[in-house]
């Protein structure tokens, strides 16, 4: 081959290879390194100019839509460690996944306008401030939903009795049942009701069950309930699936947090309380003894009409079966509010809404607080506007207290949470920590105790936000008291927070409460 090029597979290959021929025939091997520095520069110069493109990009499109300070914490991810922070943003946070679900809660409440489109804003019966009507004006226009009279049962503070009470119920049921619970397992504790589902489905009783996939899924038997279900006859799907196989691809960080019971439209259960054993099934809990505490509340009347939309706005979410949704009936103008019959609203939320009602909603009522604001969260962490809600009533007088547990089960958020105490302790609140290491679940405020709100959203941007949810609002019957009392029990079993402890925490801690406060805003 001396001085010919030969041809291989349409390569050309001179006399000294791929390099060019020096002195006495000797490949030029400078040559070859020069060329793949400049390869190698011209790279390295298109990495930095896409670095910079993609970073002049996030800073117009990771705002949109977005509270100021997720949209800082987004910011200094991508620019900073933009190999981490940019594919997580796409994977996480997107605004423009939620569109169907948009979609699907604008049907509803254009079904429920229609609905209660004759009903006044608050009941007739119902002597409340001004002020106060506006916050239920607010949550109509937020949710389409109107504050109503509902019966309430009482208020269960105790584990296992409200599994037991819900199974009471469903075996109640004639015509059908419907559960949707964040997380469910099948497990000693909660035999009882999964027995009375099937008992139901046995008698003819229409039961379908929703409950959410990555929620439920990290539980023993998870992959066993569905088959289960399905053999007793009962009707179930999963809330948010994340099964890519399928083509079924959500945001892995959206949850249903939503828990609700309704029977023949009669009857209601909703609160805090996940269908699973209060150790959540973990060795480790059952060895130190944790145990998670809740309550829920039992309702009829009214109000079960909204509860029963919530549920068909969900159930068609993930079936796409219509179920309809039940009307109002005259019950509303009949009932007088006091004594068992209170006025209530129920208000959903979730990413399928834009307005985040249960944030609006809840802050609107903290300002309206005179007296005292006692707010139960297992989880707080607030944005901007809550926080200012808070530390706002402390500052005007106002005896505000909180109560989370002494040792919060989630690391992040044991820290994100305990970062905001010396703001609060500063300003005048009073804060109680439920000794560990039990789990305060319960999530409530009562404001002035005359005022309350219950239900599944934990006072944290991601129940502002990404997680779906649903709380009750309810003033001038038993309830409100019924909800003070439990807080009251809260008090008698914690122990007070000072600010001379608290500043005794060490430098380790300080530094954690920092990073973890930053990245609780990535949503």
């Known amino acids: 081959m001396d001085g010919r090029a030969a041809s291989a597979g349409g390569v050309f290959i001179g006399p000294c290879g791929l390099g060019y021929c020096g002195a006495e025939g000797q490949p030029n091997t400078g040559s070859v390194q020069l060329d793949l520095s400049v390869v190698g520069a011209i790279l390295g110069v298109s990495w930095i100019v896409a670095e910079y493109l993609v ?32 594919p997580l943003f796409l994977m996480l946070g997107s605004p423009y996944i939620n569109h169907r679900r948009a979609r699907i809660q604008a049907d509803a409440d254009e079904l429920l306008h229609e609905g209660a489109d004759e009903l006044p804003d608050v009941p007739p019966s119902l002597r409340a401030p001004r002020e106060f009507v506006s916050i239920a004006q ?14 309430s049962h009482g208020v269960i503070s105790d584990y296992e009795a409200s599994i037991e009470r819900m199974a ?3 075996d109640e049921a004639r015509e059908y049942v419907h559960v949707e619970i ?6 000693s504790t909660t035999d009882v009701f999964f027995r009375a589902l099937e008992r139901a489905a046995a008698r003819g009783v229409k039961v379908k069950v929703l409950f959410d996939h990555i929620g439920s899924r990290k539980y023993p038997g998870f992959h066993r309930l569905g088959r289960r279900l399905t053999k007793v006859g009962i009707q179930w799907h999963l ?64 109000i079960v009409a909204a509860v029963e939309a919530v549920f068909a706005t969900d159930w068609y979410s993930e079936s796409g079966e219509a179920l309809g949704i039940r009307t109002y009936d005259g019950e509303f103008h009949e009932a007088d509010v006091g004594g068992a019959t209170s006025a209530m609203q129920l ?13 609006k909603v809840f802050t609107s009522l903290m300002y309206l ?10 989880y707080f962490v607030p944005d901007e506007s809550l926080l200012a809600a808070v530390i706002t009533a402390a500052r005007r007088g106002v005896d ?114 920092s990073v973890m406060r930053l990245t609780s805003a990535l949503q």
């Not at 208000?347 to 944030?359: A, C, H, I, Q, W």
């Open 55 to 86: 970073k002049i990009i996030a800073i117009g499109v990771v705002p949109e839509n977005r509270r100021p300070s997720s949209s800082s914490a987004w910011l200094l991810l991508i620019l900073f460690v933009p190999i981490v922070g940019i």
């Open 182 to 187: 964040y997380i469910m397992a099948w497990d």
């Open 347 to 359: 208000v959903p939320s979730g990413p399928g809404f834009t307005t985040e009602p249960n944030l």
């Open 400 to 513: 505000v207290e909180l109560y989370v547990s002494e040792k919060a089960d989630q690391f992040m958020v044991d820290y994100a949470q305990s970062s905001y105490y010396r703001s609060l302790l500063e300003a005048g609140v009073r804060i109680f920590l439920y000794p560990k290491p039990q789990v305060l679940h319960t999530k409530c405020f009562v404001v002035d105790d005359e005022y309350a709100v219950m239900g599944s959203s934990n006072m944290d941007m991601r129940s502002f936000g990404l997680n779906y949810e649903i709380s009750l609002l309810t003033t001038g019957g038993d309830l409100v008291d019924d909800i003070t009392e439990v807080v009251a029990d809260y008090q008698r079993a914690s122990r007070e927070l000072s600010l001379e402890e608290w500043e005794e925490r060490p430098l380790i801690r300080r530094y954690l409460e």
């Open 168 to 170: 009471e119920l469903v």
């Open 138 to 151: 607010l949550g109509r226009r937020l949710t389409a939903l109107p504050m109503v009279t509902g019966n």
């Open 369 to 378: 607080a005179q007296t005292r604001l006692a707010i139960v969260s297992p």
């Open 239 to 302: 809330m948010l699936p994340f099964i890519p196989w399928r083509a079924k691809l959500r945001r892995i960080d959206l949850r249903n947090h939503r828990k609700l019971l309704v029977v023949d439209g009669k009857k209601a259960m909703m609160g805090s309380q996940n269908m699973i054993d209060s150790s959540y099934l973990q060795k480790k809990n059952v060895a130190i003894g944790r145990a998670w505490h809740d309550i829920m509340v039992e309702l009829s009347g009214p």
